[in-house]
């Protein structure tokens, strides 16, 4: 071969290079470019489609479901995951596509008061959001509340699946886009409390405006800021798929109930007692009763320190007698055994530290050997959940939900949530306890006008109908607050009797 034929050959082996490396170059271009769009989409989505959901630039989610706990028998439960590839577990169901609706706007809510309070608030403000065609940024939850808490929704929630569940119904955000976020960190941001108790009118009249003049809206108060009744039957049923299945507790937590549970199933059957008896809730009720006049002073002192608890001068024995303090850990112990609560169940105590130690609990523990808490049963399993209230209520909410029976001795957030999830689960039996009837036959008794057999025969009477059956909720007209609480009964959402349903 020639000169000439061996140059032309070298430049046709280059033009061949030259051309391979282009089309390598724009291959690797395009992928960045629909890997960027595929991650970035749900960011960039507002400005570029004018608040349309990015529907085709994500992939369709699949989702594995998991049990909330162990089986009976203690098998290993199969847990949680979310994967955007096509290989799924045989029992995995693919989530429908996302709503596409014109975005109003961007919400922000940071949510006030302990973990069931927080918890409704969610299943509020989700409602809230999806009515009004919005975007809802991940709620902030409380950390400056007495437990001082520094838990994120990620630390307490599984917040991809909060996310990915309610997608067909509304687009919610880990946090704001960066155009927006940027507006929102050098102050540009309209931040109020919405009113107590609203319906959804007053959000369609009085917050979507607000939304659509500052884009981004901050509701700085969450809790009872949604009516309880005469809403539209969506509205209610959707906080219910909040509350029942978007809301469910990191693998973590869930792994640590399951655990519990196993314990207390190996062991017979288990009460849970939610007794309201920590130093917060009596400095905060007022309730002294069987305190010592030292204690009654601690008390005092500390109702006084926080200046949002705006009740401070409070007549404890007038308030006990109707019916609005915490049953003393004496007085549960009576309860029980006037039900005939077998003395060898294990009496599982959702609470945090019952003020007074031992010498408080030592009728319930005198009169029920088996008294246990998360403590004792995981002694070296709560380590990493010290000092964050929150995801330790989480563990007691799981346990509350899975026990035989499940006794409040007060009406706190926690108590009544847990009912109306119970109620959820099919009815499970409930324990409303009618305080103010209690304590008077407790009286009765210590003083001697009234026979052991007497006091269990009136226990009993007077709670048969207070063990969370079907019934419907109590409507207050502009009383809201003295009414039956939605979460406590939402049965709106629940199978009820043929006769309920016809009422």
């Known amino acids: 071969m020639g000169a000439g034929g061996k140059a032309a050959k070298e430049r046709r082996a280059a033009r061949v290079s030259l051309w391979v490396a282009r089309a390598s170059t724009t291959v690797l271009l395009w992928t960045c470019v629909v890997l960027v769009a595929a991650a970035f989409g749900e960011r960039l989505a507002p400005s570029v489609l004018g608040g349309v959901w990015p529907g085709c630039l994500t992939q369709t989610l699949v989702i594995v479901q998991r049990p909330l706990l162990l089986p009976a028998d203690g098998e290993r439960a199969v847990h949680t995951a979310i994967s955007t590839t096509a290989a799924a577990a045989a029992n995995a169901v693919a989530l429908p596509p996302k709503r596409i609706y014109k975005n109003n706007g961007y919400l922000m809510v940071s949510c006030n008061g302990g973990l069931n309070q927080m918890r409704a608030a969610i299943c509020d403000m989700v409602t809230v959001a999806r009515y009004l065609n919005v975007t809802l940024i991940v709620p902030e939850l409380d950390k400056t509340s007495f437990w001082a808490d520094p838990s994120e929704f990620q630390d307490i929630f599984d917040v991809d699946y909060f996310i990915a569940s309610l997608r067909e119904e ?85 792994e640590l109930g399951r655990r519990v549970v196993r314990i207390l199933r190996q ?33 005092t002192r500390m109702r006084y320190a926080y200046p949002w608890w705006k009740e401070k001068v409070i007549d404890s024995n007038s308030k006990r007698k109707e019916g609005l303090c915490p049953l003393t850990p004496e007085e549960i112990a009576m309860v029980l055994k006037a039900l005939d609560i077998d003395p060898s169940y294990q009496i599982y105590i959702a609470a945090g530290e019952i003020y007074g130690g031992q010498r408080r609990m030592a009728a319930l523990t005198s009169a029920y050997p088996n008294v246990v808490r998360k403590e004792t049963l995981l002694p070296s399993g709560l380590r990493f959940f010290q000092n964050h209230s929150s995801q330790m209520a989480a563990l007691d909410y799981m346990v509350s939900l899975e026990s035989d029976v499940f006794i409040p001795t007060y009406d706190g957030n926690m108590a009544k949530v847990v009912e109306g999830h119970r109620r959820y689960l099919g009815f499970k039996k409930t324990v409303l306890l009618d305080r103010k009837l209690i304590v008077e036959l407790v009286d009765q008794y210590k003083n001697g006008t009234l026979s052991w057999t007497d006091f269990s025969s009136s226990v009993k009477a007077s709670h048969t109908s207070r063990m969370g059956a079907p019934s419907r909720r109590q409507v207050i007209p502009d009383k809201p607050k003295e009414e039956d609480y939605f979460y406590a009964n939402p049965y709106e959402c629940l199978h009820q009797p043929d006769e309920l349903s016809a009422l």
Request: charged share 25%.
């Open 170 to 254: 509304v687009r919610i955000l880990k946090e704001l886009p960066p155009r927006l976020k940027k507006r929102v960190e050098v102050g540009y941001l309209r931040s109020m409390p919405p009113v107590s108790w609203s319906d959804v009118s007053y959000y369609q009249n009085q917050i979507l405006p607000i939304i659509k003049k500052y884009k981004v809206l901050h509701l700085n108060r969450t809790d009872a800021r949604l009516a309880n009744n005469d809403l539209p039957m969506e509205i209610q049923k959707l906080r219910c798929r909040v509350n029942f299945a978007a809301l469910r507790f990191t693998p973590e937590i869930e």
């Open 267 to 299: 062991n017979g059957p288990f009460v849970v007692l939610h007794l309201r008896y920590e130093m917060d809730m009596l400095a905060f009720s007022g309730c002294t009763h069987g305190c010592s006049h030292e204690e009654a002073e601690e008390l």
